[in-house]
């Protein structure tokens, strides 16, 4: 995720990740360039990590490999969902068990075998069990990857909703053609944590932390709808701007790197 900022510029896509705070680049263009430079993350795909321990001094779960490549099924938007083990109806109240933390772009993103992605392609992750630990692993996942994928119109048609979808669609394309092509790069974070502000089953409102490597720390609140059997992320006509946080305290400590 790009650092976050000011409210959105005259011109510049509406998005809560591609304001002109979010975006330390000379053009947004250059942001899609370079979207997977993670500054002062380690991007060894191996998912070695020599210190062991997150700035808290809690054990780290490892990066494993590279999220992105097809699974053996299709990952296609029409291709069926396979069942899901997962059945718990419980919002977490700590890290969920059995997530293996993967890199796409170098920002790493949590999945699970009970719980989702069932089917990924170099694009789209989808396919989430219908519970809170679901719509946490498809929040984080589809909150990068609308921005980051190649196809990324195919993964923000195929796995947002609302209002401001279309709008952010149409803008960042125009975008994308009239921005300069050597634009500076951004800053990007890395998922910190997490709590859930509300869930009744077919919604749910997550806080997700993240953390830059400045070591400042903000929170964005996304809403997941469970839609067409998967869920999806909304897209608000206005969405909301992320807020600092000084620490973890109220938060679930969760993360890959």
């Given at each position: 995720?790009?650092?976050?900022?000011?409210?959105?510029?005259?011109?510049?896509?509406?998005?809560?990740?591609?304001?002109?705070?979010?975006?330390?680049?000379?053009?947004?263009?250059?942001?899609?360039?370079?979207?997977?430079?993670?500054?002062?993350?380690?991007?060894?795909?191996?998912?070695?990590?020599?210190?062991?321990?997150?700035?808290?001094g809690k054990a780290k779960t490892p990066v494993t490999g590279v999220v992105g490549r097809p699974s053996s099924e299709s990952a296609d938007a029409g291709s069926v969902c396979?069942?899901?083990?997962?059945?718990?109806?419980?919002?977490?109240?700590?890290?969920?068990?059995?997530?293996?933390?993967?890199?796409?772009?170098?920002?790493?993103?949590?999945?699970?075998?009970?719980?989702?992605?069932?089917?990924?392609?170099?694009?789209?992750?989808?396919?989430?069990?219908?519970?809170?630990?679901?719509?946490?692993?498809?929040?984080?996942?589809?909150?990068?990857?609308?921005?980051?994928?190649?196809?990324?119109?195919?993964?923000?048609?195929?796995?947002?909703?609302?209002?401001?979808?279309?709008?952010?669609?149409?803008?960042?394309?125009?975008?994308?053609?009239?921005?300069?092509?050597?634009?500076?790069?951004?800053?990007?974070?890395?998922?910190?944590?997490?709590?859930?502000?509300?869930?009744?089953?077919?919604?749910?409102?997550?806080?997700?932390?993240?953390?830059?490597?400045?070591?400042?720390?903000?929170?964005?609140?996304?809403?997941?709808?469970?839609?067409?059997?998967?869920?999806?992320?909304?897209?608000?006509?206005?969405?909301?701007?992320?807020?600092?946080?000084?620490?973890?305290?109220?938060?679930?400590?969760?993360?890959?790197?």
């Amino acid at each position: 995720m790009a650092e976050p900022g000011n409210r959105v510029a005259a011109g510049e896509p509406r998005s809560p990740w591609l304001r002109s705070g979010f975006v330390l680049a000379a053009a947004f263009i250059g942001f899609i360039a370079v979207i997977g430079t993670v500054l002062g993350v380690a991007s060894d795909t191996s998912g070695k990590d020599t210190s062991g321990q997150d700035g808290s001094g809690k054990a780290k779960t490892p990066v494993t490999g590279v999220v992105g490549r097809p699974s053996s099924e299709s990952a296609d938007a029409g291709s069926v969902c396979p069942e899901l083990t997962d059945s718990r109806q419980d919002v977490p109240t700590s890290a969920p068990a059995g997530v293996t933390w993967t890199l796409y772009d170098s920002v790493a993103l949590p999945s699970s075998k009970a719980a989702g992605p069932a089917l990924v392609g170099k694009d789209l992750a989808r396919c989430y069990a219908h519970t809170p630990v679901g719509a946490l692993l498809a929040n984080s996942q589809i909150s990068v990857r609308y921005l980051a994928a190649d196809d990324w119109q195919e993964v923000t048609r195929t796995q947002t909703v609302g209002a401001g979808r279309d709008a952010y669609i149409a803008d960042r394309t125009k975008a994308e053609q009239t921005a300069s092509p050597d634009g500076g790069g951004g800053v990007h974070g890395q998922i910190a944590g997490f709590r859930f502000v509300t869930h009744n089953g077919t919604t749910a409102v997550i806080q997700t932390v993240w953390r830059f490597p400045d070591g400042r720390m903000q929170a964005a609140t996304t809403t997941m709808l469970w839609r067409d059997g998967d869920w999806r992320l909304e897209y608000p006509a206005d969405p909301p701007d992320p807020t600092p946080v000084d620490s973890l305290a109220g938060y679930i400590p969760w993360g890959g790197v």
